[in-house]
């Protein structure tokens, strides 16, 4: 007789000794199966656990027949008795005190051997793994990954509702929303060499709904981006996106903070401090060389070039003379930093562009700190004005970095994050939040000399800052925030810019002609011209709340199908090759190199005609 499996009793990861004695109806995947001179015991496996089944040819022939020839990944159903393992117990599963003795199984279905094994073990390549991402998602780590997912998803939605935000999905299929990357572009069928462009981010959508009246917008949204793929980058990627009318940056900030609270909370069980810390990005620039510190150890940067001004030693004088920077990092009692690390770190940073990596060490001189080895002998007549500043005691280390004022927070930034980790200072059970403020409203290029916004071109200027627009746009400070978690940004978002006329103005100054400005953001114009309120938002990366909730590795771990590094989906192959016809019908030629390489890489052109006729 057929075991009900929709009339399933338990999950496998429920039964405990107080059941025992118990009829249940268990189903799910065999997780292994073992033959004991005559009892087959085998693991059974849902997204709860596994349970211990166990067959006696006495109880049920027919049933202990079929269980011999059960393999991994086998789809069953059973029926049987709870009952104590007695001596075999296994302290290591939430389970392991009972098994299941089965007087009923039904085989749902049968499995091919897996390409690997479903276990959190699992030492196979990432490219297999993804091939079969759907054997890969049954693996508990990612069960679990999946499941954190949905409860921080689920938490944002409920705070978001609470509090009086509303959901309105914005298009997919839409104009360019600048963000600073390369547009994914959709063709027209029916306005043939016309295209529509995946949405970087909603901004402008969700402007127009303060705009419309709405007063508070939240969406959990996808944004497309078309980046050459860094190991913590997808080229589509979800968003918790929310725009706010009559606020200042504060409120934005309470709400976000409101939010992560939950995130934490329904996420993993932590109660995080809260309110976040606030900086500006020029203190966060001078002290940890990054707009986005790890604050969780301090290894803060010192600026010591007023000290060395009159240095004879060139490596340090010749930069400071051209308006250049010397800033400097103390190491604490670094026993551990032994000449081997010291190299190997000079290496890396010459490996980023530095010049090399100038240190020395402090030992204990007669009349006080002296230094020793590196580059001791030149910096030995400002060795007191050193340690004074920064704080250096006999037994530490410095290092320090030289060049322009951005080329030294690059180096030491990286200096810093380096020796946290040499010598262990970063805790990886800590949570740091810091709320970043005051970004340069404006970058300069040098190669395409012109301005570049640092956040977006909606951002607005702070109001002290709105009449050096025309006359000083690198001084211009934006209502731009951005939080930060443990180095890692999560969240970025300002208040925008709401009147018409400023609006004009920064797309003048970015370069963007009036006619391009009409061009692309006519309608943003229009709304701006009927009363726009003021307003601001934000938007946080899903993906990465999960990755770093999660201590995944790669944004890849938490993406259910996700893309390579070279934006190719493993398991369905996209983007792939369409026909002649489709692209006809989209007014579509290939470009003639595009179609020799793909000639080329098919075997010539026959049989790419061969396979389009098929
Ligand atoms: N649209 C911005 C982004 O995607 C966020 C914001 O300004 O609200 O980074």
């Given at each position: ?89 296994n302290p290591k599963l939430p389970t392991g005190e009972i098994e299941v003795e089965i007087r009923e199984l039904d085989l749902l279905n049968r499995s091919k051997p897996v390409p690997f094994e479903i276990t959190d073990q699992c030492d196979a390549s990432e490219d297999l793994r993804l ?484």
């Amino acid at each position: 007789m057929a075991v009900a499996y929709h009339k399933r009793t338990h999950k496998n990861g429920e039964l405990r000794i107080t059941d025992a004695g118990q009829e249940v109806t268990l189903v799910g995947w065999v997780q292994n199966y073992r033959d004991h001179g005559g009892m087959v015991f085998v693991d059974l496996r849902d997204y709860t656990g596994v349970t211990q089944l166990k067959f006696n040819p006495e109880t049920d022939p027919q049933a202990h027949e079929t269980a011999r020839a059960l393999r991994n990944e086998y789809v069953i159903a059973v029926l049987g008795h709870v009952a104590q393992r007695g001596a075999n117990i296994n302290p290591k599963l939430p389970t392991g005190e009972i098994e299941v003795e089965i007087r009923e199984l039904d085989l749902l279905n049968r499995s091919k051997p897996v390409p690997f094994e479903i276990t959190d073990q699992c030492d196979a390549s990432e490219d297999l793994r993804l091939k079969n991402r759907m054997l890969d998602l049954r693996r508990p780590q990612n069960q679990s990954i999946f499941r954190l997912r949905h409860r921080i998803a689920s938490a944002v939605r409920k705070y978001f509702d609470a509090n009086g935000f509303v959901e309105i999905e914005t298009p997919y299929l839409t104009k360019s929303t600048p963000e600073g990357a390369r547009d994914y572009l959709v063709p027209s069928r029916v306005q043939q060499g016309h295209f529509y462009a995946l949405p970087q981010s909603p901004q402008i959508f969700k402007q127009l709904f303060m705009m419309s009246g709405f007063d508070r917008y939240a969406q959990i949204v996808r944004c497309f981006r078309d980046e050459d793929l860094r190991a913590d980058r997808q080229p589509e990627f979800t968003q918790v996106d929310l725009e706010m009318a009559f606020v200042q940056a504060d409120e934005v900030m309470a709400a976000v903070e409101g939010c992560c609270r939950e995130i934490f909370k329904q996420g993993i069980g932590v109660d995080i401090p809260l309110p976040a810390p606030r900086i500006s990005y020029q203190e966060a620039m001078d002290r940890y060389g990054i707009d986005r510190p790890d604050t969780r150890f301090g290894l803060e940067l010192q600026d010591v070039t007023d000290i060395l001004r009159n240095i004879e030693f060139a490596v340090f004088r010749g930069p400071i003379d051209s308006g250049g920077v010397v800033k400097c990092i103390v190491a604490k009692g670094a026993d551990k930093l032994t000449r081997k690390i010291t190299d190997g770190l000079t290496s890396e940073l010459r490996g980023i562009g530095a010049g090399g990596l100038p240190l020395t060490k402090v030992i204990a001189g007669q009349d006080g700190p002296e230094f020793s080895t590196g580059v001791a002998k030149h910096l030995q007549p400002f060795c007191r004005a050193v340690c004074e500043v920064s704080g250096a005691e006999p037994g530490d280390t410095i290092f320090f970095a030289v060049g322009s004022y951005g080329d030294a927070c690059k180096h030491l930034h990286y200096v810093r994050t380096r020796l946290g980790e040499i010598l262990e200072l970063i805790p990886d059970d800590e949570w740091h939040l810091l709320w970043v403020v005051d970004f340069p409203m404006f970058e300069w290029d040098e190669e395409e000399k012109r301005w570049f916004s640092t956040h977006h071109p909606f951002t607005a200027p702070r109001d002290e800052d709105v009449d050096m627009l025309d006359s000083d746009p690198g001084r211009v400070r934006a209502k731009a925030y951005d939080l930060v978690l443990n180095g890692t940004e999560m969240a970025g978002g300002s208040i925008r810019i709401h009147q018409p006329d400023v609006q004009a103005q920064v797309f003048r100054l970015l370069g963007i002609p009036d006619e391009e400005a009409r061009a692309k953001f006519q309608f943003l114009m229009e709304a701006l011209a009927y009363g726009a309120p003021p307003h601001g938002g934000i938007a946080f990366g899903l993906d990465r709340w999960v990755m770093i909730l999660a201590k995944a590795q790669s944004l890849r771990d938490v993406v259910a199908f996700p893309k390579t590094q070279r934006a190719v989906c493993p398991l369905t192959d996209a983007p792939s090759e369409v026909s002649e016809g489709q692209l006809r019908e989209l007014g579509i030629d290939l470009r003639p190199e595009v179609k020799a390489k793909k000639d080329q890489a098919a075997g010539g052109p026959e049989h790419v005609h061969r396979a389009h006729d098929e």
